[in-house]
């Protein structure tokens, strides 16, 4: 009878934390700005954001996290996407603040979007590594991800890291864990710089463009009040990347990247930034 109970409640509290952290995303997230540019469809499993000359759109999500990890799937805007930027990101507030970017920028029909991703701790950035990928991310979702926790970031897609961020405040680079951060998404024109370098301007005879999200899963902890409280007993608290992890990273920064500030010596004549020095090493 005990043994049973005691079954019992694990499937209890299994299922408690699965309806915590994967909600669908009406639940999860406002819509911010765009004039009806963006909605809810599907009871709100599916979310659209759209783009036309007049506006982009976007939403943010109800709670702000720290630390966490962040699954979101997303179908980027198909055919020409030359001009327009879907950022993905979570952020905190101020002038001093943090933020983890994923920004997918497009391109003419058949060239490959460019995966833009930042890094800023305490009011800094300028740590871009860009990226292709190895699938069209316009033909169906893909899983793009973020592991946060007091040691590293780490951005993966489709559960492959691509990217981690460590913490080395023992360098003195400050590392985001102490500013809560909200989800943020936008669809937008960019036409000035996006697509080679803003060569290509975005074609509105197309528009309006519109990328699709669904999917949402936080494993995170939500502060409210200056306090922070996490839906599971939280394993990637510690997760660093394993072999397989970190060489699957090697392979995608070896054959998909594109643009590396870390070893962009002509953008540093003074000497790389100094998490550089370990993250080449
Ligand atoms: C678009 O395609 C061109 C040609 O393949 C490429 O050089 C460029 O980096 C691509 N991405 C963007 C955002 O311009």
Not at 112 to 135: A, C, D, I, M
Not at 205 to 230: I, L, M
Not at 260 to 279: I, M, S
Request: aromatic content about 12%; charged content about 20%.
């Amino acid at each position: 009878m005990a043994s049973h109970s005691i079954f019992f409640s694990v499937l209890l509290v299994a299922s408690l934390i699965a309806v915590a952290s994967a909600g669908s995303l009406n639940e999860n997230f406002d819509i911010t700005w765009g004039d009806g540019r963006a909605q809810f469809l599907n009871n709100g499993q599916l979310l659209s954001l759209t783009l036309d000359k007049t506006s982009g759109s976007g939403f943010q999500s109800k709670n702000e996290y720290l630390f966490g990890k962040i699954d979101m799937q997303i179908k980027l805007v198909p055919g020409n996407s030359a001009g327009t930027v879907t950022a993905y990101y979570l952020s905190s507030e101020g002038p001093t603040h943090d933020e983890i970017d994923f920004e997918f920028l497009g391109n003419v029909t058949g060239q490959p979007y460019t995966l833009h991703t930042n890094v800023f701790s305490q009011g800094k950035g300028g740590r871009e590594q860009q990226f292709r990928l190895w699938f069209d991310p316009t033909t169906d979702f893909h899983t793009y991800s973020i592991l946060w926790n007091p040691q590293r970031i780490v951005f993966s897609v489709d559960g492959t890291p691509i990217r981690e961020f460590r913490n080395l405040e023992s360098m003195g680079i400050p590392f985001p864990k102490n500013q809560p951060m909200r989800i943020y998404s936008s669809l937008w024109d960019a036409e000035d710089w996006a697509t080679q370098g803003g060569r290509i301007k975005t074609d509105w005879s197309k528009a309006p463009f519109k990328a699709s999200y669904r999917n949402f899963n936080a494993d995170a902890c939500v502060s409210r009040n200056g306090r922070s409280s996490c839906t599971s007993a939280s394993p990637w608290m510690n997760q660093q990347l394993d072999a397989t992890g970190q060489s699957r990273m090697r392979w995608v920064q070896k054959n998909y990247m594109i643009y590396n500030y870390c070893t962009d010596l002509q953008r540093f004549p003074q000497g790389l930034p100094k998490e550089c020095t370990v993250t080449l090493s």
